[in-house]
Nanobody, 125 residues
Framework: QVQLVESGGGLVQPGGSLRLSCAAS????????VGWFRQAPGKEREGVSC????????IYVEAVKDRFTISRDNAKNAVYLQMNSLKPEDTAVYYC??????????????????WGQGTQVTVSS
């Protein structure tokens, strides 16, 4: 059974950090590009970052550049999102997703085949 499971969300104060993890089971994640997305209440799902299967290419949405870092450990079948200098506007449910092919549309939700259930990130004082 193909499954993606996110973890690491929580409540953090503005300026704080969180590290999200995306663990895969039922398939080999290093065959796939992986993206992180977020969805705030009343808003559309937004692409945050994506990484190619060999980790040699990464893309970030402008709003998180220089604050978030995507990485992967194919030996652990996992992808991570390190989030620093968090802001209240980063509050959302964060999802990871996987697709066989990395490309210019990797921040587009429709590009992806497999999705996790999401993890809540709340940035508030």
């Amino acid at each position: 059974q193909v499954q993606l499971v996110e973890s690491g969300g929580g409540l953090v104060q503005p300026g704080g950090s969180l590290r999200l993890s995306c663990a895969a089971s039922g398939f080999t994640l290093d065959d796939y590009a992986v993206g992180w997305f977020r969805q705030a209440p009343g808003k559309e799902r937004e692409g945050v970052s994506c990484i190619s299967n060999r980790a040699n290419k990464t893309i970030y949405v402008e709003a998180v550049k220089d604050r978030f870092t995507i990485s992967r450990d194919n030996a652990k079948n996992a992808v991570y999102l390190q989030m620093n200098s968090l802001k209240p506007e980063d509050t959302a449910v964060y999802y990871c997703a996987a697709v066989k092919r990395f490309g210019g549309k990797c921040l587009t939700p429709e590009w992806y085949d497999y999705w996790g259930q999401g993890t809540q990130v709340t940035v508030s004082s």
